[in-house]
């Protein structure tokens, strides 16, 4: 990865940390993206004194202006060498039903939306990469929580209906289905997108993702202060985590998305054994067309973007 560059969001901790430090370990320079502070600091402390190469660029996923922000300050910063990598992988789970400063549902908007809009504001740095070193790539991290192929993504979960979706009380499940929509949204977005870019002339930027499997990364920690009920929080959260693998395990989905040579722009990474564990393996497509219309449509819509390739 030397002579790289790999912007990553969600990078304090977790999946998000072992990736940032392995694409830092191959060569690459790692840009972190991540909400402001101790956290973030350290982990950039981290990266450096490992010997890595690495700077912290203020983003807030909560919050479509500091998304914009971010990208001003990445296509000024970067304009002339581009993006090799733009790896989406912060997310949160099972919260409550609240609405960010934007009115969006809060996992949607931090798992999905911002995403998308932050794809939109890096994608000339992601041709820049492209012209000069041959390939540029966007990465998605999904989940297996995005339910079985063919589950439908309802318009509702885009909209701005933060606050309003309802749920929270006894048994507290809706606060599941938004984050399954979330996670789903991560695939059709990625199939979306790889349809798109491959319309462009002369188009160099691949679209792919990952899922981890179940992973202790520590995502889990605010989930059963969520509303609802608590003993089933941890019921649920205790047999996801039955047969969790490591984090580092959990990273080789976006790992290979983001390093290896030779993937193929649509593809699907992620564990496929007992218990959806072992290593990740090129899973079969999970194409539904009607849910990548949707996702498309309905994240312009929320994003208010006319053109997603002129940011």
Not at 190 to 200: G, I, V
Not at 247 to 262: H, L, N, Q
Request: charged share 20%.
């Amino acid at each position: 990865m030397s002579g790289k560059v790999v912007m990553i969001t969600g990078c304090t901790s977790g999946m998000g940390l072992v990736l940032a430090q392995t694409c830092a370990g191959l060569g690459a320079q790692v840009v972190m993206l991540n909400r402001p502070s101790p956290r973030a600091d350290a982990a950039l402390n981290g990266v450096l004194d490992a010997g890595g190469d690495a700077v912290l660029v203020p983003c807030d996923l909560s919050s479509f202006d500091s998304v914009r922000a971010a990208g001003a300050t990445l296509r000024r910063d970067f304009g002339d060498q581009g993006c090799d990598v733009l790896c989406n992988n912060a997310g949160i789970m099972g919260v409550a039903d609240k609405a960010t400063e934007d009115g969006f549902d809060v996992q949607m908007q931090a798992n999905h939306l911002s995403h998308f809009l932050l794809t939109h504001e890096v994608w000339p740095l992601l041709e820049t990469a492209g012209a000069q070193r041959g390939e540029a790539r966007v990465v998605n991290h999904s989940s297996g929580a995005r339910g079985k192929p063919g589950r439908p993504l309802h318009a509702k979960y885009l909209a701005r209906n933060g606050g309003n979706l309802g749920g929270d009380g006894w048994p507290g499940l809706a606060k599941w289905t938004r984050y399954q929509q979330s996670k789903l949204a991560n695939l059709m977005f990625t199939y979306a997108l790889d349809d798109r870019a491959r319309q462009r002339p002369d188009n160099k930027v691949k679209a792919l993702c990952a899922h981890p499997g179940p992973a202790d990364s520590g995502l889990q920690g605010k989930t059963t202060q969520a509303g609802g009920d608590r003993w089933l929080d941890r019921f649920i959260l205790g047999q996801a985590l039955k047969y969790a693998q490591s984090v580092e395990d959990g990273t080789s989905g976006i790992a290979r998305c983001c390093c290896e040579a030779d993937v193929q722009s649509g593809a699907f990474y992620g564990p496929n054994g007992p218990h959806r564990t072992g290593p990740a393996v090129l899973l079969p497509p999970e194409r539904n067309p009607a849910n990548e219309a949707l996702i498309w449509e309905e994240s312009l819509k929320a994003t208010g973007i006319t053109d997603f390739f002129k940011p």
